[in-house]
């Protein structure tokens, strides 16, 4: 197994966890999403096969004034 961030240039293969909008998800919007600078997906790989993900989302920017 193998743990590796999610990349423009990453080839995504075929998913199913179970739930729709997760593969939906992972499939059609984490590669814009990093694009966009906005989360970071990381894949765990076993022997090639895509078997988990996660994301770490920007959920907050702070702004402060000088």
């Known amino acids: 197994m193998r743990l590796i961030p999610l990349t423009s240039d990453y080839k995504l293969t075929q998913f199913d ?12 919007d984490a590669k814009k999403a ?3 600078r906005i989360a970071n997906t990381f894949i ?23």
């Open 44 to 66: 765990l790989e076993d022997d090639g096969r895509i078997v988990a993900f996660f994301c770490f989302f920007m959920s907050l920017i702070l702004s402060i004034l000088l």
């Open 34 to 36: 990093y694009e966009l």
């Open 17 to 28: 966890c179970g739930d729709s909008d997760l593969n939906d998800f992972l499939l059609n």
